[in-house]
Each structure stands twice: as structure tokens, then as C-alpha cells.
Nanobody, 124 residues
């Protein structure tokens, strides 16, 4: 069974950048879609970005368009979320999750394994 650990969160000023990592153990990531989600206080957990394992296609939220990018390194069993030009509204706990079908989904219940999350705070 795959275990996921997120890292790279922290406190950053508006306009700054962070690179989140999602490292897997217990299984290869080659056949899994990887989604990044975030949850702000008092809000629903929302999908931010996803990369498919079937065709490499990606999906992202309009709120992060042009600012976030996703990449995967299957050899290192790691997926990264590069976040640039961060805004206060990006403040949230960020989670990565796997979908064993290899496709990306909007529904959280389609994702089988979740990490514990990493806090991102954007504030001056």
C-alpha cells in the first residue's frame, strides 16, 4: 500500500514561491494519477491540480492558472507542485492523493490514498 508524505510548505510573502513535494513509499507512482488538493479553514477541500498517469494530461483550477505547475518524477516516486506568485487566498493545508485508475477526478472519493498535508501560509 502506498504512503504519501507532503513537504515544502511554509510561510511566504505574497508574490513569493514554494515548491511542494509529494513523496511515495510502499509502491511505485507510475500508474497512479496524482492530485493536489487544498483546504482552507472553514472551507471544503478543493482540487488544485492533477496529473494523469494514463496520458500525462493535467488539470488545474482556474484559481491557479498561470501560477502553479505540476511535475512528476516516477523514478524518484515524487510529484512536485511549483507555486509561484502566491496570494493570501492560497493559504491552506495542501494534500496530495493518488487515484489508482490513473485518471484524474474532481471527486475526492475517487482518490485512494492521501498524505497528511503540509501547511502553506501566504502573508506579509
Amino acid at each position: 500500500q502506498v504512503q504519501l508524505v507532503e513537504s515544502g510548505g511554509g510561510l511566504v510573502q505574497p508574490g513569493g514561491s514554494l515548491r511542494l513535494s509529494c513523496a511515495a513509499s510502499g509502491s511505485t507512482l507510475d500508474y497512479y494519477a496524482i492530485g493536489w488538493f487544498r483546504q482552507a479553514p472553514g472551507k471544503e477541500r478543493e482540487r488544485v491540480y492533477c496529473i494523469s498517469a494514463v496520458d500525462g494530461s493535467t488539470w488545474y483550477s482556474d484559481s491557479v492558472k498561470g501560477r502553479f505547475t505540476i511535475s512528476r518524477d516516477n523514478a524518484k516516486k515524487t510529484v512536485h507542485l511549483q507555486m509561484n506568485n502566491l496570494k493570501p487566498e492560497d493559504t491552506a493545508i495542501y494534500y496530495c492523493a493518488t487515484a489508482t485508475t490513473g485518471w484524474c477526478y474532481d471527486q475526492r472519493n475517487k482518490y485512494d490514498h492521501w498524505g497528511q498535508g503540509t501547511q502553506v501560509t501566504v502573508s506579509s
